[in-house]
C-alpha cells in the first residue's frame, strides 16, 4: 500500500536533513520524522526553515525516515535567526553579565519589530541587580512602548507572568545575545527538557555560543517556544523609513503630530514635530548613523565591483575569476558556519 502524505511541521534543521513533527501521529505513535528534501526542492530554489509547514512523503515508518515534497507559503518571516511563521518574537537581555548594552537591545528590537510579529521584551537575570535598577529597566522600557518583563531562573521569578504570555496558540521565538539564558528559560518553562546551557565567561561575561540550531520546542496546546543561537550585531534595515517605522515612541509621536517635513529624518531638527526629548533620541540616531553608512558601503561596493575590482584594505585589485579565488581562512570559516548554522564567527 502507498502512504499517502503527510503534513507536519519542521521543528529542528541539521546539515542535510530536518526532523518534522506530524500534524497526526502515524502507527506506534510516531509524530516525528527525520526527512531529506526532495531534490526537486532543490533545483526550484525552495529553502526549508524552521517553523515551515510542510507536505512529507515516501515515509518509511519502521526506519522513522521521510523526505519532504512541498513547504506551505509562509505568512511571517525573521531572517536572524531564520524562522518562518512565528507569531511573537521575544527579545531577551540580560540585566547583567553579560551586561546591558542599550543599542544592542535596541538593534534586537528593531529585528523584532521589522518581522511584523508581536514583540515582547524580557530582561533576564533580575537577581544580579538590586531591585531598584530593575524597576528602572522595566520603566525605561515602557516609556519606549513595551510591556517588559524582569524574570530569573535562579530565583525563579517572573517565570508564571512569562509562561502565562507565551502560552497563546502560536511560535514564540526567544532571540538575544549569547549567554543572556534564553536556554535556560526554556528550561525553566519546559519541565524535563534539559536543554544544554553554559557558564559565561572573560571579563565581559560573554556567551559561549551554547545554543547551535534553532529548535522548536512546545509549551502548551499549540504554542511552541524556539529556541535560537545567541549573536551580537542584528542587522538593520536598509532605508531610514524602515529604521522610523521599529521605534514604537516614535510612531507614537507621529500619530498625535505629523511631522511638517515629509522625508524628516526625526533628529531633532528645528520644526521636527518628533523633536529631541525622548530617551532612545541617541539610540535612533546611532542607528540612523549605521544605516546610512552601511548604504554608502554597499553604493560605494557596486561601484568598485561594476568595474571588475575589489578592494583589499585601501587598494584595489582585479577581481579574481571566482573559479581561481581560494577562500581565506576568514571565509572558509564564515562558509562552514553558514553551512552548519552556527553563529557567525565575527559576532
Ligand atoms: N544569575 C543568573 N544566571 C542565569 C540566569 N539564567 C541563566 N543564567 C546563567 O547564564 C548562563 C548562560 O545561560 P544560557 O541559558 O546558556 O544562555 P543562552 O542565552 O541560551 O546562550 P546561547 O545559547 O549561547 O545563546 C548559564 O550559566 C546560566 O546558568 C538567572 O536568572 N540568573
Ligand atoms: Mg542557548
Ligand atoms: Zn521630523
Known sequence: MVEPGRRGRVVALLANYCWVQLDQPGPDDISRLLCTRRTRL?????????????????IDWAAGRAAVAAVEPRSLVLDRPPVANLSTVVVVVALAEPALEPLQLTRFLITAERSGAR????????????????????????????????????????????????????????????????????????????????????????????????????LATDALLADTPGFNRPVLPQQPAELIACFPELQARLRQTSCQFSDCQHQGEPGCAVGSNWDRQALYSQCLQDLLAQ?????????????????????????LDPRYRQLSRRGRRQQAAAEFNLPDPED
Open 119 to 218: 514583540v515582547e521584551l524580557v530582561f533576564s537575570k533580575a537577581d544580579l541587580l538590586p531591585h531598584a535598577a530593575v524597576e528602572q529597566w522595566l520603566q525605561r522600557a515602557a516609556a519606549w512602548g513595551y510591556q517588559p518583563l524582569a524574570v530569573s531562573t535562579a530565583a525563579g521569578a517572573g517565570l508564571d507572568a512569562l509562561r502565562q504570555r507565551l502560552s497563546r496558540p502560536g511560535l514564540a521565538v526567544l532571540c538575544g545575545p549569547s549567554g543572556v539564558g534564553k536556554s535556560s528559560l526554556i528550561n525553566a518553562l519546559i519541565p524535563d527538557l534539559g536543554l544544554r546551557v553554559a557558564a559565561v565567561s572573560g571579563r565581559l561575561q560573554r556567551g559561549r555560543h551554547t545554543t547551535r540550531h534553532v529548535e522548536l520546542f512546545p
Open 42 to 58: 532543490g533545483k526550484s530554489g525552495q529553502t526549508i526553515c524552521v517553523g515551515d509547514w510542510v507536505q512529507v512523503d515516501g
Open 295 to 319: 548604504q554608502g558601503r554597499q553604493a560605494g561596493g557596486a561601484r568598485v565591483e561594476a568595474a571588475g575590482l575589489k578592494q583589499r584594505g585601501d587598494r584595489l585589485e582585479p577581481r
